[in-house]
């Protein structure tokens, strides 16, 4: 499915654009699905979400995580004819298992994501690498003004960067590297390597930029199934509660900050 050319995009820059994968039909559906999962009631063992405190002291809905084997129609619809997979493992040359997917909502005045790499072994306290591919699905148009993401091209290749416990990337650090923006519309697909590095900024425009991501494993490698891994997320980055106090909601992640 893949150019020879994306693919170079891929191995040399740790990430690469899909254009118009999702024709404006399965946009709309996937759009409205997401507007239904943003408006579930909390669950104690299902899925999990966070919500945000806007200046205004509204409670936004700010992430949520699995929430696929709850929806089987948006499940059908970004995974039934094996697309993504197949990018996927196109681009790391052997199968893959799927981790974990999230939607980022960023609603107008919803916060940032500090330099960072989605390496999940880090918060998690997990002995190997266990992501190796991030595909992120626009559902919204996204550019710098709306809280689009940053990525800093071909430092997927350098490893670990030096990082609090919270996944953030030293600043002495992030501050000497060279950030690009990255945009998209809406039924893109951007695709990147964990170890790539990128932040977004707080959404200070009046449009959304829901993404929702799709976190894969090569097939090789060990660690936590999808049960296993929710149980970890849990324990150690809890999602809210059904009695939730608006001056101390829980943070999405330890990179996640507002203005």
């Not at 799709?214 to 660690?223: D, E, I, N, P």
Request: contains cysteine.
């Amino acid at each position: 499915m893949l150019t020879d050319t994306q693919k170079d995009k891929w191995h040399k820059d740790g990430y690469v654009r899909l254009e118009r994968f999702f024709d404006p039909v399965a946009v709309e559906r996937i759009s409205g699905f997401v507007d239904n999962v943003s408006r579930w009631d909390v669950s104690d063992d299902k899925w999990m979400l966070w919500f945000e405190k806007t200046t205004d002291n509204r409670k936004i809905t700010s992430k949520a995580e699995n929430f696929l084997d709850f929806h089987d129609p948006l499940r059908n619809l970004l995974l039934e004819d094996q697309r993504i997979t197949s990018c996927v493992e196109e681009l790391l040359d052997e199968e893959s298992r799927r981790l974990k997917e999230l939607l980022i909502f960023h609603y107008p005045d919803s916060g940032g994501y500090r330099p960072h790499q989605d390496i999940y072994h880090i918060p998690h306290k997990l002995s190997d690498r266990m992501v190796h591919a991030v595909v992120a699905i626009g559902i919204d148009d996204s550019d710098p003004d709306n809280g689009g993401l940053f990525f800093s091209p071909g430092n997927h290749k350098k490893g670990v960067f030096p990082m609090d416990a919270g996944g953030v990337i030293d600043p002495a650090v992030a501050e000497t590297l060279y950030w690009e923006p990255i945009s998209w519309k809406a039924g893109d697909v951007f695709i990147f390597d964990d170890y790539a590095p990128h932040y977004s900024r707080p959404n200070k425009s009046n449009r959304s930029r829901r993404t929702l991501y799709l976190v894969f494993q090569r097939a090789s490698t060990g660690g936590p199934s999808r049960a296993e891994y929710n149980v970890l997320k849990r324990a150690l980055n809890p999602p809210e509660g059904k009695v939730a106090d608006l001056d101390n909601l829980k943070p999405p992640n330890g990179i996640f900050y507002r203005d």
